[in-house]
């Protein structure tokens, strides 16, 4: 197969992860007899000292004419002065607006070889396997914005906008991945304080009652959900929320597994491009020092060859040689908890090694 795929290695650890990604993708397309063609934009941080738009009309153009993309992180200190007039983030919430991907699959899923890697203990985690839908754009990262008045009495405001369509297309879409897997959907709202979380949990109702009797359903407040998802996280198939609480539960999530540096994800929409990235930042502490931990990048763009290319087959080898490598016991440092690491190369080049075992 030929698949035109499009890099935005972004900011920070951005560029260092995204090559492994990207050497793993060769790899896979050499031994599965694969044409992948890759070409790298710019977004975020980079993008806005090189011309002071942190997603240019050329990277929105590639990424449209693109199979998939994969994304390495935006964002750092240099960008964070409150006065700036643009963000690197702002580049990230754009391209997923553009592209319509309002759907983020976050697959919380644990290797049974890591499961020391985690701070909490193994009888709580060990089986877990969640699917996260996190609604992707809309909510409040997209709601109107801004600031009244000025100096002491200044204030600000973002406010949290969701509509029936946008609620009822991304809960179809979780009750669908739960009816191929455990058959359980758990929607998460706080809907005893916010109106929009009211309107999500009605129509989800309905949508769940009329469409899906087949799927077990249930609700829970987001506050409580994030003591459950580390106290029973195994209760939890598929957890379907809003785009902040989707973002914020997720990086809990991450110390089920033991590392932000283990959990990818896929954005998608209707049709069109999908994209890929890790769920972590630019982790701009371990940036340049050749340490961040490039498995969830790795886990994506095997995510990308299952949802964008359909290339089953070549998802699960790059799975399972991330396996193997925790089976052999390497580890970057963020999840060696104390014993002896790898860096990122080397991490990369240990998959690509197990890749054909
Ligand atoms: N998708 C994106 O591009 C995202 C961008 N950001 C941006 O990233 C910047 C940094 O944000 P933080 O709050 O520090 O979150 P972060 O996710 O970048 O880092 C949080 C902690 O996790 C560690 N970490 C993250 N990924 C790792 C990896 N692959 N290997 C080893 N350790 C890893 C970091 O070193 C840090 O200690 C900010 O500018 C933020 O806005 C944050 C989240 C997502
Ligand atoms: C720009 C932010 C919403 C990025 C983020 O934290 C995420 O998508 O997980
Ligand atoms: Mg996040």
Redesign the pocket.
């Known amino acids: 197969m030929k698949a035109n795929l499009v890099l935005l290695p972004g900011d920070g650890i951005g560029p260092e992860i995204v090559a492994q990604a990207r050497l793993v993708l060769e790899s896979v397309a050499t031994q599965f007899g694969h044409e992948f063609s890759f070409a790298s934009h710019q977004i975020g941080g980079i993008a806005i000292d090189n011309g002071g738009d942190p997603l240019p009309q050329e990277t929105i153009d590639a990424c449209r004419a693109s199979d998939a993309i994969l994304l390495g992180a935006v964002g750092g200190p240099k960008w964070d002065d409150p006065s700036a007039k643009t963000r690197p983030?702002a580049g990230?919430?754009k391209i997923r607006k553009e592209l319509g991907l309002f759907a983020n699959l976050r697959p919380i899923k644990l290797f049974k070889e890591l499961v020391d890697a985690s701070p909490l203990k193994r009888e709580i985690i060990e089986g877990t396997d969640i699917l996260f839908l996190r609604e992707l754009t809309g909510g409040i990262?997209f709601g109107p914005s801004g600031r009244e008045g000025s100096g002491a009495t200044e204030s600000a405001f973002q406010s949290m906008v969701y509509s029936v369509p946008e609620v009822e297309r991304i809960v179809r879409l979780a009750a669908k991945a739960a009816q191929g897997r455990d058959g359980r959907l758990t929607s998460v709202d706080k809907a005893n304080v916010l109106e929009p979380s009211r309107l999500w949990r009605q129509v989800a109702a309905r949508v769940m009652a009329e469409e899906f009797p087949d799927v077990k359903y249930d609700v829970v407040l987001v506050d409580a959900m994030a003591m459950h998802l580390i106290n029973r996280p195994k209760d939890f198939d598929v957890v379907v929320t809003g785009n902040m609480f989707g973002?914020i539960l997720t990086d809990e999530a991450s110390m089920l597994p033991g590392s932000l540096g283990m959990l990818p994800s896929a954005s998608l929409g209707d049709g069109g491009p999908g994209l890929y990235e890790p769920?972590h930042?630019s982790a701009p502490d371990i940036a340049g020092k050749g340490i961040a931990n490039p498995l969830a990048t790795i886990l994506a763009a095997a995510m990308l060859l299952r949802h964008s290319l359909n290339l089953t087959a070549e998802a699960d080898a790059i799975e399972a040689a991330v396996g193997r490598v925790l089976a052999d016991g390497l580890r970057t440092a963020d999840i060696a908890r104390g014993s002896d690491s790898i860096g990122t190369e080397a991490m990369g080049a240990a998959v690509i090694q197990r890749l054909s075992v």
């Open positions: 983030e990230l919430l990262y973002d769920i930042g």
